[in-house]
C-alpha cells in the first residue's frame, strides 16, 4: 500500500477516536464540539496510552528492583503537555493529518487551548521540567516531586504601563493530564515538642495534615518508558472535625479546611529572594515529608528492609527548597525505623545529592531557628546533632581554626542573640550530601571560590560541576517546526534523541541554497511572533528587521536596563540623524517582576514608556520598534525563541549561575550578545568567539572593579551619549506626565554605586551593538554565523546533563539508554 494511503487510514482511526471520546469522555456531539472540547478529547485519547506504559514501567521497574532515583524540587515549570505528548506517543502526525484542513479547528489551535502549568518562577523550575524530559527519554527509573499548586505563576497583565498580577487558576477546567491517587496518602505534622530518648526521640505534635498524591505521566522520546511527576496536594484529613459539620457550622468548618488545604494553594512567585515567611517553610516540609514517607514505603514493597536503602536511591536535592529532607530522613531512620544514629547518617550521605542555582549571598535561603523549633520540632534536634558533630569533625581537621567553624557551621549566630540565629539551608545540603554541583563551569568554579569556600577545604571531592542543559524535543521540534522540517531534510530526524548530529549542519554553512531556507525558517517564526504581537500589543513589527530579544525574569543582575540604555542611545542617535547604517531593529522584552521587588517593576515601565514614545515617534518609522510582551511564560518562550536574531545575555559577569534560555536562542539560531557569564562562557567555547558578540568585564575584572572605587557618576559624566540617555530618564522625557518617576532608578545607577556595573559595560555594550548591525547588513555572513550556533548547540541538550548526573552522583549508569 502506498505510505500516503497508509497515513489516510490512520488519520481516519485516529480522528474516530478521537469522535469516540467526544462522546463518551467528554459528551459532546462530534460535529459540533468546540475546541475546548476537541482538546480534552484529544487529550484523554493521549492519556489512555500514557496510562498503558506508566503501569508497564512499574511493573518492569519493580521486576527488576531497579534503583530509582528522586528529583525533589519545589517547582516544574511544565508549561503545555499535549503537543510533547503527541509527540512521544508517535501520534502527533496523525492528529495533524485528521485536524488540518479538515474544515474544524486545526491542531495548533487545538494545542493552543491548553493552559500552562506555571508551577515554577524561572529558570530552575523550567531545568526540573527538561530533566524529567531527559530522564524519561533516557530510560532512567525515576520520578520527580513537588508541590501541586492551585495557582501556579501569577498572570501578568500590562496596564499603563506597569505590572499587575492576576491569579493563574490553570486548574479551573479542570486537568486531562493528572493521575489523582486516592490509595496514596500520607500524614504530614507539625508544631508540638519533641523530646530525647536516648538515640531516637518522640515528637508529640499538634497539628497533621494529609497530603495527596497526583500522578504528571512524564512519556520518554524513543522509547515506550516513562517517569513519574508527583505532586502532593494538601488536605485536612477526612475523620477530623465532623463536628462542625453536624453541627451545622459550615463557616467554621470551611475555615478549618482552608487551614489545611492553604499549603498547597500557591505557588511563591519569588525568584531569587527567599520569602521568610512560615507558610513557605509548611510548604517546604510538606511536601519533603510526604515524599520521603512515599520513597519508603515504595522501597519496604520490594525489599524486606530499610537497610539497604542507599543501595537502592539516589535523591536529587534541587536547589535548598527541599533541604529539610536530610533532617527528614535522619527522623524517619532513627525514629521510626530504629537505626542508629552512625549507621543512618552514612545512608543519608550516600542517598543526597544538591545543586545549587545561586551565587548571591542574599538569595542563599536561612530559616530563623525560633520557626524551626516552632514548626518542626524534633528537626531542629536533629539539626542541632548534625552541626555539633560536624563541627567536632572540623575541629579535628583543622584544629582551631574558628573563622572557618564560624563559617561552615550550619548556624548563623546572628548578634548572638537567640532570636537571631538561623539555619543555613544550604550548609545543611552540604553536610548531608555526597555531591554538591554548580550550574556552569564559572558558577561551580566561583562556588569553591567564594560562597562555599570553607566546604571546599573541607570536602573537596563532594564538588562538582554540571552544565545545565535544555531539552531539544520542546525547544526545537514542538517550538520551531518550520526549522525543524529543515533539519530532517538535510541531516536526518536523529538530532532528537542525539543532538551531537546537528555537527552534520558544519559545512552546510557554506552552502547557499541551505542557508536561503535557514533564512525562510527564521522568517516565517518572525512572522509568526509579529502577528501575535500585533493582536497583543497592537505594535506592528516588521519581519525583515533585526529581533533584539530580552525574555527572562526582570531582575537588576539580569540588567534589562542596559539594554534599555542602549535602546535610548540608538533612538538618540536616529533623532540627530547619527543612524544612518544602523539596522532595523525590533528590541522584544518580555518576563515577570517579583510581586515586590519595587525596583524590577519600575524597569518594565520604563521599558513601556520608552516604547510608547519610540514607537510614536514619527522620525522614526520602522527603524526602531519596542515592545514588552505581556505575561511571559513557557508557551510564549515557545513562540519567542525561535523568532529572535539576537539573544540578549547580559548579566553582570558572576551574577548569572548558567542561565538556560542563552541556550535555547542559539539552538534556534539566533546569535548571543553576552558577557563572559554563566553558560555564555562555554557557549562561547563550542561556538567560536567569530560567532558570538562578547562584551563587558569579566567575573575577576568585576571583582578588581568593585574592590578599587568603582565609580559610576564619572563615567555618567564623561560619556555623552550615556549622560543623554540616563538624562531623559531622570528628566521625565518618558514620562512627561510624571517626571520624577524614575529619579530613584536614575540614582540607583548614578549615585548609589550602580551595584550590577551597568555604566562599566555600557561603551563596550554599545559598540558591541554597532558590530551587530554591520553583521546584520551582510546577510550571507549573518547567516553563516548562526547556522554554525545551531551545528555547536549538541553539547546544551539536558540529555548531556542527566547523563552527567547519572554516572558521576547518582550512581545509574548502567541504566541509561545506550545510543
Ligand atoms: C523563593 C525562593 C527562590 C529562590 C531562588 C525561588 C527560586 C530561586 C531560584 C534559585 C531562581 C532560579 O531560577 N535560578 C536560576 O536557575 C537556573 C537553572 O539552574 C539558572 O540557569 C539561572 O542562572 C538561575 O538564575
Known amino acids: 500500500m502506498a505510505e500516503s494511503r497508509k497515513n489516510e487510514i490512520a488519520a481516519a482511526a485516529f480522528r474516530a477516536e ?19 472540547e476537541i482538546y480534552k478529547a484529544l487529550a484523554y485519547v493521549a492519556r489512555k496510552q500514557l496510562a498503558i506504559r506508566w503501569v508497564n514501567t512499574q511493573i518492569e521497574d519493580r521486576k527488576k528492583r531497579a534503583r530509582r532515583i528522586y528529583y525533589m524540587s519545589m517547582e516544574f515549570l511544565i508549561g503545555r503537555t ?14 495533524a493529518a485528521a485536524f488540518d484542513g479538515a474544515g474544524g479547528p486545526s491542531l495548533t489551535e487545538i494545542i493552543e487551548c491548553e493552559p500552562d502549568a506555571g508551577l515554577g518562577n524561572g529558570g530552575l523550575g523550567r531545568l526540573a521540567a527538561c530533566f524529567l524530559d531527559s530522564m524519561a527519554t533516557l530510560e532512567l527509573p525515576s520520578w520527580g ?28 477546567d479542570g486537568t486531562a493530564w493528572e493521575f489523582p491517587r486516592p490509595g496514596t496518602a500520607f500524614p504530614v505534622r507539625f508544631g508540638g515538642t519533641a523530646e530525647h530518648h536516648g538515640e531516637w526521640a518522640e ?12 500522578d504528571y505521566v512524564i512519556p520518554g522520546h524513543g522509547t515506550d518508558r516513562v517517569s513519574t511527576l508527583r505532586l502532593w496536594r494538601a488536605g485536612a484529613p477526612a475523620q477530623i472535625d465532623l463536628n462542625a459539620f453536624n453541627s451545622g457550622d459550615y463557616a467554621r468548618a470551611a475555615e478549618f479546611k482552608n487551614r489545611f488545604e492553604n499549603i498547597s494553594w500557591v505557588l511563591y512567585p519569588n525568584d531569587s529572594t527567599p520569602a521568610g515567611r512560615e507558610l513557605r517553610l509548611r510548604q517546604e516540609y510538606f511536601f519533603v515529608s510526604a515524599s520521603m514517607q512515599d520513597i519508603i514505603l515504595h522501597h519496604l514493597e520490594e525489599h524486606k528492609h530499610i537497610n539497604n536503602l542507599a543501595d537502592q536511591i539516589a535523591i536529587h536535592l534541587n536547589d535548598t527548597h527541599p533541604a529539610i529532607a536530610v533532617a527528614e530522613l535522619m527522623r524517619l531512620f532513627c525514629d521510626e525505623y530504629g537505626m542508629l544514629w552512625t549507621t543512618a547518617w552514612s545512608q543519608c550521605q550516600r542517598i543526597f545529592s544538591y545543586t545549587n542555582h545561586t551565587l548571591m549571598p542574599e538569595a542563599l535561603e536561612t530559616w530563623p531557628v525560633s520557626l524551626i523549633q516552632y514548626l518542626l520540632p524534633r528537626h531542629m534536634l536533629i539539626i542541632y546533632r548534625i552541626n555539633q558533630e560536624f563541627l567536632a569533625e572540623v ?62 577545604r573541607l570536602y573537596p571531592e563532594r564538588f562538582h560541576n554540571k552544565t545545565n542543559g535544555v531539552t531539544q524535543r520542546r525547544w526545537l521540534a514542538q517550538a520551531n517546526p518550520s526549522l525543524s522540517a529543515l533539519l530532517d531534510r538535510s541531516i536526518g530526524k536523529d538530532w532528537r534523541l542525539n543532538l551531537n548530529r546537528l555537527r552534520e549542519l558544519r559545512p552546510l554553512a557554506s552552502d547557499a541554497r541551505f542557508r536561503v531556507d535557514f ?13 501575535y504581537v500585533r493582536r497583543e500589543t497592537g505594535v506592528a513589527l516588521n519581519p525583515d528587521s533585526l529581533f533584539d530579544v530580552q525574555v527572562k525574569r526582570i531582575h537588576e543582575y539580569k ?44 524597569i518594565i515601565r520604563l521599558i513601556n514608556d520608552i516604547a510608547s514614545v519610540i514607537n510614536n515617534d514619527p522620525r522614526v518609522q520602522d527603524r526602531l520598534k519596542v515592545v514588552f510582551v505581556p ?65 563587558g568585564n569579566n567575573a575577576q575584572q568585576v571583582e578588581i572593579l568593585r574592590r578599587s572605587g568603582y565609580d559610576p557618576r564619572s563615567i555618567y559624566q564623561n560619556n555623552p551619549q550615556l549622560n543623554e540617555a540616563l538624562n531623559k530618564i531622570d528628566g521625565g522625557f518618558f514620562s512627561p506626565q510624571e517626571r520624577r518617576r524614575y529619579h530613584d532608578l536614575f540614582n540607583s545607577l548614578v549615585n548609589y554605586g550602580d551595584h550590577y556595573l551597568l555604566l562599566a559595560d555600557y561603551g563596550d555594550y554599545v559598540e558591541t551593538q554597532n558590530r551587530v548591525d554591520a553583521l546584520y547588513r551582510t546577510p550571507v555572513e549573518w547567516q553563516r554565523k548562526t547556522i554554525l550556533n545551531v551545528a555547536e548547540m549538541g553539547p546544551f541538550s539536558s540529555d548531556r546533563t542527566i547523563r552527567e548526573y547519572a554516572i558521576d552522583t547518582w550512581h545509574l549508569g548502567a541504566s541509561l539508554k545506550k545510543v
Request: glycine share 8%; charged share 20%.
Open 519 to 531: 533564512a525562510a525558517a527564521k522568517r516565517k517564526n518572525k512572522i509568526r511572533l509579529a502577528d
Open 559 to 602: 540588567r534589562q536596563l542596559l539594554n534599555v540604555l542602549h535602546v535610548i542611545t540608538r533612538y538618540d542617535a536616529i533623532l540627530h540623524g547619527q543612524a544612518d547604517d544602523a539596522a532595523p531593529r525590533c528590541v522584544i522584552f518580555a518576563g515577570k517582576a517579583a510581586s515586590s521587588y519595587h525596583m524590577a517593576k519600575q
Open 203 to 214: 515528637w508529640s505534635a499538634t497539628e497533621a495534615v494529609e497530603a495527596r498524591a497526583f
Open 82 to 95: 499535549l503537543d510533547n505528548a503527541l509527540s512521544a506517543l508517535g501520534l502527533r502526525d496523525d492528529a
Open 18 to 36: 478521537v469522535d469516540e471520546t467526544l462522546l463518551h469522555s467528554v459528551a459532546a456531539e462530534p460535529s459540533t464540539a468546540n475546541t475546548k
Open 145 to 172: 516531586y513537588g508541590m501541586r499548586y492551585e495557582y501556579g505563576m501569577f498572570a501578568q497583565s500590562i496596564i499603563n504601563g506597569g505590572q499587575v498580577e492576576h491569579p493563574d487558576s490553570w486548574l479551573i
Open 631 to 695: 505575561n511571559y511564560n513557557v508557551s510564549i518562550a515557545e513562540l519567542i525563541m525561535p523568532a529572535a536574531d539576537l539573544s540578549e545575555q547580559i548579566s553582570t559577569a558572576g551574577t548569572e549561575a548558567s542561565g538556560t534560555g542563552n541556550m535555547k536562542f542559539a539552538l534556534n539560531g539566533a546569535l548571543t550578545i553576552g558577557t563572559e557569564d554563566g553558560a555564555n562562557i562555554e557557549i562561547r567555547d563550542n561556538v567560536g568567539t567569530d560567532n558570538i558578540f562578547i562584551f
Open 395 to 456: 575541629d579535628r581537621l583543622f584544629p582551631g581554626d574558628f573563622d572557618l567553624m564560624r563559617s561552615v557551621s550550619l548556624i548563623d549566630e546572628g548578634d548572638g542573640s537567640e532570636g537571631s540565629k538561623r539555619v543555613r539551608m544550604a550548609h545543611l545540603c552540604i553536610v548531608g550530601s555526597h555531591r554538591i554541583n554548580g550550574v556552569s563551569q564559572l558558577h561551580s568554579d566561583l562556588m569553591v571560590r567564594t560562597i562555599f569556600a570553607g566546604f571546599a
